[in-house]
């Protein structure tokens, strides 16, 4: 697609099912935290925030994007700048409206449908991809930028989320290739420094994701 996909569409869309639709099992229960914490990158990328140590710094609210323009509208009315943690924690008692948008993005390039579904008094709608070769076309994109570098920032970005969302055991079913994919992340983050701020937003993301995914689990393991 000649169209560039916004990084917290992408992740998203990389965790559903191609076969099934909805979000896959492993991805679930932290994708809506990757998600806000990619919203995030994107603003950055497109220069509507910066990261001063570990608060954001708005610098512009103005955007095309509808999603963006709630988030950057949030963070001005902030009077003072603060933490990433803050704002992902903040911005997760919105995770329905976000996750709507990310959705509609998606939908408005024709990369998933959305299916109504119901059980007893709980309706949903559960995500179908439409375009599974654009699905495919990222995962092959992602193989190669891991095995063969890269040192684009927003490809560096994006690679970083891809454990805390679950997406490296979705493109590698193999163990050992998984491994060495991780080996090979490891050794880009330190090879292409992304600035200091920047890490320290895509750690803190990352941590949340984490953590959340780490409870997630210990709590399925206990309810067996």
């Known amino acids: 697609m000649d169209q560039p996909i916004p990084l917290a569409q992408k992740i998203y ?19 809506h935290f990757v998600v806000i914490g990619t919203l995030l990158m994107d603003l950055y990328l ?15 609210t103005k955007s095309d994007n509808e999603l963006h323009r709630f988030v950057l509208g949030k963070m001005s009315q902030a009077k003072s700048p603060k933490k990433i943690s803050t704002w992902i924690s903040k911005l997760n008692y ?30 949903w709608k559960k995500p179908v991809v439409l375009n599974k070769q654009v699905m495919y076309r990222m995962i092959s994109e992602i193989d190669t930028q891991i095995f063969k ?8 970005i994006f ?12 493109i590698y079913h193999d163990r ?3 491994k060495q994919a991780r080996a090979r992340l490891k050794e880009m983050r330190i090879k292409n420094r992304v600035s200091g701020a920047v890490a320290d937003a ?15 689990a210990a709590s399925a393991a206990t309810n067996h």
């Open 176 to 178: 050992k290739k998984r």
């Open 149 to 156: 570098g890269t040192t684009a920032e927003d490809e560096l």
């Open 46 to 60: 497109q220069k509507k925030i910066k990261f001063d140590g570990k608060r954001v710094i708005v610098l512009s």
């Open 202 to 216: 895509i750690a803190t993301s990352q941590a949340i994701a984490a953590s959340v995914a780490a409870s997630a």
């Open 13 to 31: 869309f990389l965790g559903i099912h191609p076969e099934k639709g909805g979000i896959r099992s492993g991805a679930a229960s932290a994708m």
């Open 159 to 170: 690679l970083s989320f891809l454990e805390p969302a679950a997406i490296l055991r979705i």
């Open 94 to 123: 919105s995770q329905k409206y976000i996750r709507n948008e990310v959705q509609k993005g998606l939908v408005a390039k024709r990369l998933i449908r959305l299916e109504e579904k119901q059980f007893l008094f709980f309706k």
